[in-house]
């Protein structure tokens, strides 16, 4: 298990609420940094250059951005740092209460898995970074994908579970 046993309900609630709001709030500041982004080549934002898988594509994305832009890919970037912790541990505490009320062992692997998904997400940050410095290494834009991918997936499936499991203890406490 996940060593959150050891933290009392109560504080763990407290811990959800504060990192769920952190998370929201970081988010709304990463979507609206997110709009400087935006151009032709970049038409979805920052999810676009994760993906954009090869250098070709990410130099292309690069280039549409005025020096505004440029600023703010780094903000987000940078902003991204507070937000993966937040997302991660706040979708932890969630994946592991609801382990704790079905007695779901699949809940406790998540809990630990989309810290993983934080830890992709910090790698997939550094090859963006790198590449927005002006490191032409061809292998930094396939990373980023590979990881962004990686995130994705376990975000997905944690926040599935988490859904899942939230209907389940609806649908338990109606009969």
């Known amino acids: 298990m996940m060593g959150y046993q050891n933290i009392s309900p109560r504080y763990r ?3 959800q609420w504060i990192l769920g709001g952190l998370t929201l709030v970081l988010l709304f500041f990463l979507h609206r940094i997110d709009g400087f982004l935006l151009s032709e ?16 594509k990410a130099r292309l994305m690069m280039d549409s951005w005025d020096e505004q832009a440029r600023v ?51 790698i997939e940050n550094i090859a963006l970074i790198k590449l927005l410095t002006g490191c032409q290494y061809a292998v930094l834009p396939e990373i980023a994908k590979v990881f962004a991918l990686l995130k994705f997936s376990i975000v997905a499936i944690t926040v599935i579970y988490i859904l899942l499991s939230w209907l389940l203890l609806l649908r338990v406490k109606k009969t």
């Open 41 to 56: 080549e970049v038409p979805h934002g920052i999810v676009d250059f994760e993906l954009a898988g090869n250098i070709h």
């Open 72 to 122: 703010a890919v780094g903000l987000s970037l940078g902003i991204d740092y507070l937000f993966m912790f937040a997302y991660a541990f706040f979708l932890s505490l969630l994946s592991f209460e609801m382990a704790q009320k079905h007695k779901f062992k699949t809940g406790y692997w998540i809990s630990m898995a989309i810290l993983l998904a934080g830890l992709f997400d910090a």
């Open 13 to 15: 609630k407290h811990l």
